[in-house]
């Protein structure tokens, strides 16, 4: 039928101008996931062991973010992206930090991307949606690290200080001296920035946004209230974990490296999921927008 004249012209003509629209939508989504897979790729190629925990959050972190990108652009069809040739221009640039050898690389291109969809083409709020989240999994993996490695000396007295007066409730002889802490003579643990409460801060956030933007739900007080609870959330249960190292040098090895560890970001993840989710569902969904 679509030789047939009257007929094969309009048909044809319809799937061309649609195809710009399906190719914006792949291309996003192609670099989303490209940098998330590889990031992934070269934490197992690259670093000898990243610990269970840390591949758990990392996981976590992308696979939200994925879901997010993939979820704003094909949940509302008559919001689809039109990505003009400077965008990808710029996305194809961007991409080409992935082959660089370095895990945590591969966000700072994902940065640039970020930002030049919020700054150029924040009028298409699915371009800005999409860009948030980019900025937001870039900000968890990649510039959070990089602040809080650099700040932690400031932090670590206080975080020191805060971990002794709850851990003496536990062990009533706990000692705190300068980064250690230890509950028996024979043992302690040092506290460094790795393993700091404030942890999975970053994480939290980017999976209160991811969320949000699948949602399709606006930041409000009630939303920032989740984020704050699954904040203190989160906090306490690092202390746990930290607190739960010091009996001996075995149970270190548990809630550091081992199973114990993973439980711990699996019940983080879903302490930072649950509220929120709580959140959206006690709310009333927004009307759809006209096609």
Known sequence: MLTRPGMGWPIEAARAANWPVQAASWNLLIFGCGTAASAALQRLLL???????????????????TLATAAILFAARHRRPALTRTDLAILIACALSWFLPEPHAVYAG??????????????????????????ALSLCELWSKLVFKMFYHAIE???????????????????ASGVYLSARPDWSIV???????????????LIWLCVLKIAGRAVTRGTLGALAVSAVLVVAINIARILAMLPSAEA??????????VTVALVSVAASLLPIVLQVERTSCPLARPA
């Open 110 to 135: 994902m940065t640039l991307a970020a930002a030049w969809l919020l700054a150029r083409r924040a009028r298409d709020c699915v371009l800005a949606d999409i860009g948030q989240i980019w900025l």
């Open 252 to 261: 270190y090895r548990y809630w550091h490296d081992g199973a114990g560890s």
């Open 191 to 205: 506290m460094l920035e790795g393993c700091s409460a404030f942890h999975n801060l970053s994480l939290a956030a």
């Open 47 to 65: 670093e000898p062991d990243p610990g269970l925990q840390r591949l758990v959050e990392l996981k976590f972190g992308e696979v939200f973010a």
């Open 157 to 175: 007295p206080f975080e020191v200080a805060v971990m002794a007066w709850v851990g003496r409730v536990v062990f009533p002889g706990l000692q």
